[in-house]
């Protein structure tokens, strides 16, 4: 039943996401909202993680609320920065060990270039101590890499509705 599930929300996805653009790495994105389109309708996210077993795990996740539409992944810090400037996401979900600049050297860099882009931070490690220093960096949240399956459609959702 539920690889039928991942099938069905694969093909609702594959509707909505018209364009797709492989890198040729791994990654891929999609071209950015045109604003008053249907795609209004959808909190787009940027995944960004150098493991692709955990990019994959977190757009299953994604896949579950078809609220959430993932616009592009990026493997490393320097990709993420890039793709979120042309894709504009709502939400952009950084691990904190990218390659590179770190997750949080990244979302400060978004926070300045694309303020109204909210940013949860994705770690091993214990949410509750790098929560401080993330929101420093302008984070909204943390979900520890461990609990994604339990704590990440909840943890966006608490964000409210982004603008």
Known sequence: MSARLRQFAGSIR???RKNIESAGDGTRSFPAR?????DDDFMRILVADDNAA???GVLDILARDRNYEVCGEAKDGAD???KAKDLIPD???LDVSLPGLNGL???RHLC???PGTAIVILSQHDPGVLLPRAREMGARACVDKSRLGTDLL????SLGKIS
């Not at 045109?34 to 249907?38: A, D, N, R, S, V």
């Open 112 to 114: 300045q270039e694309i």
């Open 54 to 56: 955990v990019r994959r």
């Open 91 to 93: 939400l952009v979900l």
């Open 154 to 157: 909840r943890t966006i959702a």
């Open 34 to 38: 045109k604003l008053g389109t249907q």
């Open 14 to 16: 594959m509707r909505v």
């Open 105 to 107: 050297e990244v979302a």
């Open 80 to 82: 993420a920065i890039q």
